[in-house]
């Protein structure tokens, strides 16, 4: 079913409004709850699950330092909307099926309030996972104003339920950058970019069994998830009308597989201003952005005298990335359109600056010691592909233990054929560089046998970052401290497929 594209208008997910504001903190309540939502004009209206019944879920708007109290609740129905493999660690039958928990990604946060995966609750909080603490989640926003988005997390379940909706942004902001005159209010929007695919009754589809079904289960995770809609905010290949000026869009993949590579038809630039962690040093004026799962750039696009212009943003990125098929430019080849056709409101005084906000190198000197981790695939017992971080599944004993404030440098040796969003919680990371080696010598002597010089990140990567494509057959060097917290944290590829079975691993940060 091929839907028409440009016929709705984009979505802008509504702030949410907290219950009490005292000096000392700022309290949400946040309930998760199944709704019908229309997703396109031509489709029935889907059944979908988000917060405060919305999807996306309202954007959440703090103050760098603010300290925000956030009570997660389920109010979910008892059966799920997609099949569950209960032979997924974590998703075994001995377990409700509609589980919780909530992540900010890239939330400088304690750990009893970062949404560990096996910290999950159920509707009224009647069962919770062995990890679980408290139903009041603490935030302290130590970061930078960044874009951040909350999301589901729960084990073995993660790909469902944020494919079911259970997404949303949440922003910080300070004076520091209010003061560099960017876009603002009406003139920033943040874009949620996900693919779907839809049943014919306008019902979301996922896939019971990968392309090659496994016989002997009745339903079988499969190796990733690969749409043919793309939907931005929650609604299929939306427009959004524009003024003649320039506009802060805060970019978001929060797809479960598909990597995007955003251009614009018109060849103009966009001016990129920030990374996943917040403001970059300067603008950076690129022609196309890469966007693996999870990945953040804040842009600015400037629609000055496009009056009566029609401007797509494409994607040409090959799903999965990189080994897979180039996008149908007629379909999933293309994200939404820009329309400028609103009347100028006011003069545009909003500047992109030269400056932005410093982002003070990590020293290398700095650091006390080096992680050595492979990504690598083996094979299950049912002959399905099992994605791990060295070589370890989710519950083999913990074996990256930082200290806290420790500097560190990781290895990410990437021995697979699949590019890999990894994520860590707790801190943003810089991109030391990417490396090209022989993975068969790895793989039989298990040395790094460099084929090539190291390649510093690209311009755009250069700044603060939780997650980064760590490419196949390359070393990805990346540097951070860790803190300011002690505790118990995770690591995973971004892809929500791998990171359910068992891309995905414990660490912790010790004092
Ligand atoms: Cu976006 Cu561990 O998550
Ligand atoms: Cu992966």
């Not at 909080?125 to 960044?146: L, S, T």
């Not at 931005?232 to 524009?242: F, S």
């Not at 000197?365 to 049912?382: A, E, F, G, H, P």
Request: charged share 25%; aromatic share 12%.
């Amino acid at each position: 079913m091929i839907l028409s594209k440009f016929v709705d208008e984009l979505p802008i997910p509504p702030i949410l409004k907290p219950r009490w504001k005292d000096p000392f903190y700022t309290y949400y309540e946040v309930t998760m709850t199944e709704f019908r939502q229309s997703l396109h004009r031509q489709l029935n209206d889907s059944t979908v699950w988000g917060y405060e019944d919305g999807y996306p879920g309202p954007t959440i708007e703090v103050e760098r330092g603010e300290k925000v109290l956030i009570k997660w609740m389920n109010n979910l129905p008892d059966k799920h909307l997609f099949p569950i493999d209960y032979t997924v660690h974590g998703a075994h039958q001995d377990v409700p099926d509609v589980r919780t928990v909530v992540h900010v990604h890239g939330a400088c946060v304690e750990w009893e309030s970062d949404g560990y995966p096996e910290a999950w609750f159920t509707k009224g909080f009647k069962h919770v996972g062995p990890y679980f603490r408290k139903q009041i989640y603490r935030y302290d926003n130590c970061n930078h104003a960044c874009t951040l988005w909350y999301h589901d997390h729960t084990l073995g379940i993660t790909r469902l339920n944020i494919y079911a909706g259970l997404a949303g942004f949440y922003l910080i902001r300070e004076n520091r950058e209010r003061s560099l005159n960017l876009p603002s209010g009406n003139y920033e929007i943040p874009l949620m970019i996900q693919d779907r695919t839809f049943n014919k009754d306008g019902s979301l589809y996922y896939p019971k069994q990968p392309e090659k079904p496994i016989p002997e289960l009745e339903t079988s995770i499969t190796p990733e998830f690969i749409g043919d809609t793309i939907l931005v905010n929650g609604k299929v290949w939306p427009y959004l009308k524009v003024e003649p000026r320039k506009y802060r869009f805060r970019l978001l993949n929060a797809s479960n597989t598909r990597f995007y590579r955003i251009k614009l038809d018109s060849g103009q630039l966009m001016y990129q201003i920030a990374t996943d962690g917040g403001l970059l040093d300067y603008p950076i004026g690129i022609k196309e952005i890469m966007l693996a799962p999870a990945e953040r750039a804040d842009v600015i696009i400037d629609f000055t005298n496009l009056e009566g212009k029609n401007i797509i943003m494409t994607n040409d990125a090959p799903a999965p990335f990189p080994g897979g098929d180039k996008p149908d430019p007629n379909t999933v080849g293309q994200v939404m359109q820009f329309r400028v056709t609103l009347p100028l409101s006011s003069v545009d005084t909003s500047t992109i600056p030269a400056n932005l906000i410093p982002v003070p190198k990590i020293k290398e000197q700095s650091v006390s010691r080096i992680r050595y981790l492979t990504l690598n695939d083996t094979m299950d017992q049912y002959g399905r592909e099992w994605m791990l971080l060295d070589h370890k599944p989710w519950d083999a004993p913990i074996s990256e233990n930082p200290k806290l404030g420790a500097t560190e440098i990781w290895y990410l040796i990437n021995v697979t054929d699949d590019s890999h969003p990894i994520h860590l919680h707790l801190i943003d990371f810089q991109i030391l560089d990417r490396r090209n080696f022989d993975v068969d010598t790895f793989n039989k002597e298990k040395v790094i046998d460099y084929t090539g010089p190291a390649m510093p990140p690209e311009p755009q990567e250069r700044g603060w970052k939780d997650t980064v494509r760590a490419n196949p057959k390359q070393v990805t060097r990346i540097i951070m401290q860790f803190g300011p917290f002690t505790g118990l944290y995770i690591w995973h590829c971004h892809i929500l497929e791998h990171e359910d079975y068992e891309m995905m691993r414990p660490y912790i940060v010790i004092r």
